[in-house]
């Protein structure tokens, strides 16, 4: 674990791995909630988590150091089944990355169990940890200028959901009719760092 | 009964509502958003009698035309302008009282960028996690302004202006950024160590209210490789791959892939809102505090 400033009033958390981040993550939302850690935001990233609102990033820092910090994280009771079905456009190319027929693509998805690592690009978006590194993809060569809400997409060792239309250069698999932010809806994101996920295959796909 | 409410005749090119911004929310991919410059926003509330954290407008380079439909106490500041009330010369920087259905209008900056319209009672869209803040970045809040909307205003609030005038930083004629390097500063060679604190950067047209963009040397990395993302904070100077450094301003994103170089002090960020295109710019990089 590194710790390096950022400006005068954060701190960026360096960790060895993915699952590392997101268990330093919940052991400081753990320690905010239980009044021992005063902060604005926790924010975790891929390797990362940033504490930003700190007081004194040194002193934290020296805390973070000397304290004990679980390696893998806690698992909620809940787990979240997002309903999909599977007609996104780049099924065929994913199923070839994978090395797999298309069906099969559908079936090893939706027997994942997922986690929301981090959340960012938009208010909602998750980037759901839980495939095995084998079926890592590239984003696509070319960005689409537009794709629509609801369609789920990989990229990297990443699924994703887009919680509104916009561009984006993920591999589309999928299309869910959840709503995954509504800022009139309490909580506003459907996916919070942390969150479990199940794809649920719904309708003919 | 009167119509608390303000009728846009002119929009002006960007002209949005601000507030504080909804900081707290960042895990979630929700920018902090919030007026550029912090301390004007602060200020024409203070002279029209409100609360700090009421929702003013924001203006960009030409001003905005209003009729409110109520009689409101209005005081403008941020980027000096001229202000008239159906076309009669009023006070800039001071409360004024315009009278139900009177033409209010903000002129185009003649120094900085962006003017701040403080009215009594606020401008009282309905808030957004907190906050009535238009972000650009990620399109929470209201829409900016547009020809003919009408804007709800809040009650009158029972807070007396304290002050009548006040003194205002004048918009700054080169930017001078302290910053402390880091956390990504190991990505970069020397040299281009050397040129983000020696050499003056000028700020880019294609600035907004996400980041301030800059023109001048490319810096160099001395890694290649591709930074996994991390959470990012306000004032982040981050370094795309064109080595071209962006400074992050209120609707910056919550997360970004390219290495950071260093951050700038928050204390300086206010003089980057009003800085115009062509602005010489210093990084200087100075000690933790």
Partial sequence: MRALPVGDGALLVEVASGDEAQ????ELVRRRAAGLLTVREIVPAARTVLLDGVHDPGRLASELAASEIPSTPPRHEDVLDVPIRYDGPDLADVAAHWGVAEQEVARIHAGTEFRVAFCGFAPGFGYLTGLPARYDVPRRATPRTRVPAGSVGLAGPYTGVYPRSSPGGWQLIGTTDAVLWDHARVPAALLSPGTRVRFVRVGRS | MTDRALAVVRAGVLTTVQDRGRPGHAHLGVPRSGALDGPAAALVNRLV???????????????CTLRPRSTVTVAVAGAPCPVTVDGRPAAWGAPVRVPAGSLLDIGAAVHGVRSYVGLSGGVAVEPVLGSRSTDLLSGLGPPPLTDDA???????????????VAPQPAPPAELVLRVSLGPRDDWFTPE???AFTARTFRVSSASNRIGLRTEGPALERALTGELASEGMVLGAVQVPPDGRPVVFLA???????????AVVRTADLPAVAQAVPGTPIRFVAVRRR
């Fill in chain 1, 23 to 26: 268990a330093l993550h919940a």
């Fill in chain 2, 49 to 63: 009698g409100n609360r700090p954290e009421a929702a003013v407008l924001e203006t960009t380079l030409n001003g």
């Fill in chain 2, 150 to 164: 009408v804007l709800p205003l809040g009650p009158p609030g029972e807070l007396h202006a304290r002050v009548d």
């Fill in chain 2, 192 to 194: 281009a160590l050397r």
């Fill in chain 2, 251 to 261: 609707d910056h994103p919550t997360t970004g892939g390219y290495p950071v170089i």
